[in-house]
């Protein structure tokens, strides 16, 4: 029985790595270039392998057994180094070459990282960087992204490897002439009877959470304007419509030269974490090794520049 896969033993732990990245046999088939049942049947073999079951499968989804979850770390290894060894051999670990595809969220992309495109490929010139723009979860595998630049207060469970690059958080603001109008709140409890513009999207909650120090505050805001990007909530902001809990990346610059001031200068919302999201069980070449490095030697500056600003910015009285 033992001797069944010795042949195609890494064949079949690829074939069972995919399935649960993909979450289906359809995902690990489509991924391999083989057919649904292949994948099945090699699947199926690696359980009479091991004598143990691997999978739970329904009609609805399919997850890893106790086991089975245990084996797809050791899977994950034993196919990188495999991996790693195969592209060392053949020059993939030390050149830069062939094409990158890589994506961040929207607004943040547009401050910091476009910026960066152009030094990579002036750096790696063999290299195609195929650049996109989401505010959605990343779903690396089926868009073949190799690196995804994602926000979020935690990262949910996932196949996905994640690698920290900084923290961001959001304050109140608002228009000075929205201020003159309706004053502003003391307390967050006193947004209640404010007008409040909300930024909802994958990486935010929808409701507001707010701490200074050891206290916290929770809030529904309710207003006119509920906008899945920074940009659209800001120009409302701008206009006068409302307070709006906004990342500093988004409103440093208008803090800067007053056209927004804080409110509720004290308070703030938990940290957002700076992620590049990369699909696991694959080896990390050395184009992709090269773009996190700039990310991660790049980014941290910047984004204590713009943190750095919020210092000496207009303060609601």
């Known amino acids: 029985m033992r001797k069944d896969l010795d042949y195609g033993l890494l064949h079949a732990m690829n074939a069972f790595v ?21 994948v099945s049947r090699l699947v ?10 691997l999978l739970h499968r329904t009609t609805r989804r399919i997850a890893p057994t106790d086991a089975g979850e245990r084996y797809l770390e050791h899977c994950k290894a034993i196919l990188d180094m495999v991996a790693q060894a195969e592209g060392e051999a053949g020059g993939a670990a030390s050149l ?20 960066l495109v152009a030094d990579y490929c002036a750096a790696h010139p063999r290299v195609t960087l195929d650049y996109s723009s989401s505010q959605n979860p990343p779903d690396l595998l ?21 690698r920290r690059l900084g923290h961001m958080f959001s304050v109140l603001c608002a228009a ?3 201020l003159a109008r309706r004053g502003g709140p003391a307390h967050p409890r006193e947004l209640a009877d404010h007008t409040c513009l909300r930024l909802f999207n994958s990486s935010v909650p929808p409701h507001w959470e707010l701490d200074r120090g050891a206290d916290r505050f929770t809030l529904d805001p309710q207003g006119p304007l509920i906008g899945n990007a920074a940009e659209v909530v800001l120009e409302g902001t701008r206009r006068g419509l409302g307070i709006a809990l906004l ?12 056209a927004l001031v804080r409110v509720l200068p004290d ?15 694959r080896y990390v070449d050395a184009k992709t090794r090269a773009w996190i490095d700039l990310l ?9 520049r713009d943190l750095a600003g919020l210092d000496g910015a207009p303060e609601a009285l």
């Open 176 to 178: 000075p002439d929205y």
């Open 296 to 304: 991660a030697r790049a980014l941290p500056p910047v984004l204590a």
């Open 18 to 38: 995919h399935v649960l990245d993909g979450g289906s046999f359809t995902a690990a088939a489509g991924h391999m270039g083989v057919t649904k049942a292949q």
């Open 142 to 162: 089926a868009a073949g992204i190799d690196v995804s630049i994602y926000l979020a207060q935690a990262l949910p469970d996932s196949a996905l490897v994640a």
């Open 96 to 115: 830069s070459t062939g094409r990158l595809r890589v994506m961040s969220m929207t607004g943040f992309g547009n401050r910091y990282v476009t910026p």
């Open 247 to 258: 990342p500093v990346y988004s409103i440093v610059d208008d803090l800067r030269r007053g």
């Open 44 to 53: 199926t073999l690696l359980e009479n392998r091991l004598q143990t079951k």
């Open 267 to 281: 308070w703030r919302s938990p940290e957002i974490g700076i992620f590049a999201l990369m699909p696991s069980g």
